[in-house]
Structures are given as C-alpha cells and as structure tokens.
C-alpha cells in the first residue's frame, strides 16, 4: 500500500521567516496531494490540495510544488505568523473515493 | 464547520468496556473514513464506508467494527478497551467520486478516554 513519509517532525521558524516541509509518496498511481493544518485538539483543515497534471499551486502565503518524477511534494508558508503554529500533515490518494494516506506530521512553531 | 458531525465529543470510560461512536456525513457524501489519532500521534486510518458498503480496511483491531447504515451515519464500536484505546477518534467524508471526490472533510472528533 501507499506510505507516505514527512520531514521534519518539528520546525521552529521565527516571525517572517519562510517554513517548507517535505513528504515522500512511494504509490506512483497516487495523483492528488493535500495539505491539512490540525490545531491542538482540533479537525484537521484542508489548507491546500495539489493533483498530479500541475507541478505547482499557490493560495496567498502558501504553495505547493509537487514532482511526480521524484515522488516528492512540498509546503512552503512564507511571511510566517504565529497563527500558523500547528500540526502540518501531508496525504496521498489514488483515485477519488480512496482513502488518504497521511504523513507523520510536521509541529511548527512560528516564534514572535 | 465542516458538516461532518460526531458524538460524543467526550467520552470517559473502563477498561473492558464498550462504546459506539456516531457519525453523520455532510449532506450528499457517500463515502465516511475513520482515522485515529493517539496522542502525539499521526492519523492512522482504519476503516473506509461507501453507500453502506465497507470499501478500505486499515488497520483496525478485530476488538473494532464498524458499519455504514442506509441514512448514510456511521457508527464505530470499540470493545473491550484498553488503556491504549485511549485517542481522538475523527470520522470524515467525501463525496467519493470525481473531482470533487477528492476531498475529504473531517469532524472534530470524539476523544476516547479509557481509565
């Protein structure tokens, strides 16, 4: 099945300063990418998606970028804040309907 | 608010007991996923429902089950618990097919706690 690996596990970044984290797919047949920020004791909260025919998205203070050919996606946040401190995780999925895979998780801690 | 709904949001309760948590999808999804979430822990995902038919299994304890019922809710039943149990349990949705399949919408949870 589908595993998807996420670096770092923690970010510090202070205010301003730009944070990307980084996920591993190991599916090729996966085609769509999403973001989700999860709050302490909160859902998870779609932030971004990405699929498979574009290489990169952007939305405000965030982007994606995604190679397929290396089986790699990443978050950046620029102009941190520390209302981005949260839990960052990346997923996978083949097709719609299709369960996600999720990765480790990344802690940010934008320091003011 | 996502539109996925759970309950309870808490719930406390012994070891060897069981408990059945509840899940209603957002108007016109088909498909309702169940994640756990230890403490500190990523999202581990156990079991998948579509239009009442279990469609992914992950890895889910044989002491879990889980079922989608004609309305669309779904509900989780933990048995004989363990202290390990203890986590947030999320249930999701989507609306399983197209692009809009894609994505997958979360409750906030119901967080299991075994004393």
């Known amino acids: 099945g589908e595993n998807v690996e996420q670096h770092p596990s923690t970010l510090s970044v202070q205010e301003g300063d730009s944070a990307v984290i980084k996920c591993t797919y190991s599916d090729s047949a996966s085609n769509y990418f999403p973001w989700y920020k999860q709050e302490l004791g909160k859902r998870p909260q779609l932030i971004i998606d990405i699929r498979s025919n574009v290489g990169e998205k952007k939305d405000q203070r965030i982007a994606v970028t995604l190679n397929k050919t290396a089986k790699h996606f990443s978050l950046h946040i620029t102009e941190t804040q520390p209302e981005d401190s949260a839990v960052y995780f990346c997923a996978a999925r083949k097709t719609a309907g299709n369960k996600l895979t999720f990765g480790g998780g990344t802690r940010v801690l934008v320091k003011p | ?115």
Do not use: M
């Open chain 2, 1 to 115: 608010d996502s539109g996925v709904t759970q309950t309870p949001k808490h719930l406390i309760t012994a070891t060897g007991q069981r408990v059945t948590l509840r899940c209603s999808p957002r108007s016109g999804d088909l498909s309702v996923y169940w994640y756990q979430q230890s403490l500190d822990q990523g999202l581990q995902f156990l079991i998948q429902y579509y239009n009442g038919e279990e469609r992914a299994k992950g890895n889910i304890l044989e002491r879990f089950s889980a079922q989608q019922f004609p309305d669309l809710h779904s509900e989780l039943n933990l048995s004989s618990l363990e202290l390990g149990d203890s986590a947030l349990y999320f249930c999701a949705s989507s609306v399983h097919t197209g692009i809009s399949g894609n994505t997958i919408y979360f409750g906030e949870g119901s967080w299991l706690t075994v004393v």
